[in-house]
T-cell receptor, first 113, second 113 residues
């Protein structure tokens, strides 16, 4: 899977608790992305990073924050998880050129009870 | 503005028969188009991509897609379905310099033995 590892693969948490998902890459890509996948919506961009400490919002960023202190790691944090954040989260790496495909991790299934 | 419409949420075919998964796109500029496949509990894998070269694009596992600008379509086909083709398929549009890909809502392909 193009050297992308997501952890954990599954997580069950309670409403109101903080949750951090990790994405680790070994490909030295500058751009990293967090998507969520929900039935009937395809994948939607949460946040992306274009370098160490450089991040920006996607279309569904409310309730999420990200950090990137090293090229290889991109963290997604839910400061106070809600049931609407129950989803499958995918990390992706790639280029910003618009014609190169992204490479995806295997996903993290998050359930907020 | 960019968007993708996958015209069928679910397609069912018999093994050995042709597969057609339909995708229409909207893009203000010359788009790049991709098809990804997702097997259960897996990440997304690139099947094929169109980036303004040949309009008939061949991908992995015998799949191909034809870019038709006049119809704003990028339908995915395969001459003969195999059981291992059962999965969810996503049509995706992007453009040069974009920070994001735009995903269709997916088509679930069922292959009947």
């Amino acid at each position: 899977d193009a050297g992308i590892t997501q952890s954990p693969r599954h997580k069950v948490t309670e409403t109101g608790t903080p949750v951090t998902l990790r994405c680790h890459q070994t490909e030295n890509h500058r751009y990293m992305y967090w998507y969520r996948q929900d039935p009937g919506h395809g994948l939607r961009l949460i946040h992306y990073s274009y370098g160490v400490k450089d991040t920006d919002k996607g279309e569904v960023s409310d309730g999420y924050s990200v950090s990137r202190s090293k090229t290889e790691d991109f963290l997604l944090t839910l400061e106070s998880a809600t049931s609407s954040q129950t989803s499958v989260y995918f990390c992706a790496i790639g280029n910003r050129d618009g014609y190169s495909p992204l490479h995806f991790g295997n996903g993290t299934r998050l359930t907020v009870t | 503005a960019q968007s993708v419409t996958q015209l069928d949420s679910h397609v069912s075919v018999s093994e050995g028969t042709p597969v057609l998964l339909r995708c229409n796109y909207s893009s203000s500029y010359s788009p790049s188009l991709f098809w990804y496949v997702q097997h259960p509990n897996k990440g997304l894998q690139l099947l094929l991509k169109y980036t303004s070269a040949a309009t008939l694009v061949k991908g992995i596992n015998g799949f191909e897609a034809e870019f038709k600008k006049s119809e704003t379509s990028f339908h995915l086909t395969k001459p003969s379905a195999h059981m291992s083709d059962a999965a969810e398929y996503f049509c995706v549009v992007s453009q040069t310099g974009a920070n994001n890909l735009f995903f269709g809502t997916g088509t679930r392909l069922t292959v009947i033995p």
